[in-house]
């Protein structure tokens, strides 16, 4: 058994394209997904891991409805491979303006990470 996707929703799909293929390598098809009865505008973010990413917008429901708000999403982990390239991303994301919630550090449960919060209130935790 595996991940195949995880989808979470946004309220710029562009700027989450854009940040998950500027730092994290990803790649996305050259058209979106665009559902006209339902208003979804979507796209799945490939990664060199078979698991994708599934970013979701809604033209006819406002990002902060709270039937958007009421997901239990927490957080997105990403792994970079390395100690030092968690070390790298983690200060160039935070040179590019992104918030860093947590700068890099060893976790009560050995995990070696950061955390960013890039937009929307999402957390991306960067671990080797």
Not at 3 to 12: K, L, M, N, T
Not at 90 to 100: E, F, S
Not at 109 to 125: A, K, L, R
């Amino acid at each position: 058994m595996k991940i195949e996707h995880f989808a979470i929703v946004v309220s710029d799909l562009q700027r989450a394209k854009d940040f998950f293929c500027t730092y994290f390598g990803g790649v996305v098809p050259a058209t979106d997904y665009h559902n006209p009865h339902t208003g979804l505008h979507s796209c799945f973010v490939s990664f060199d891991s078979e698991a994708r990413l599934e970013l979701m917008q809604w033209e006819n429901i406002p990002f902060s409805s709270p039937h958007l708000q009421e997901k239990s999403y927490f957080h997105l982990s990403m792994s970079v491979g390395n100690k030092e390239q968690v070390d790298a991303l983690t200060a160039r994301l935070q040179t590019d303006g992104y918030l860093v919630k947590s700068a890099p550090r060893t976790t009560g449960d050995g995990y070696y990470e950061s955390v960013i919060v890039p937009f929307d209130g999402i957390e991306v935790e960067i671990t080797i």
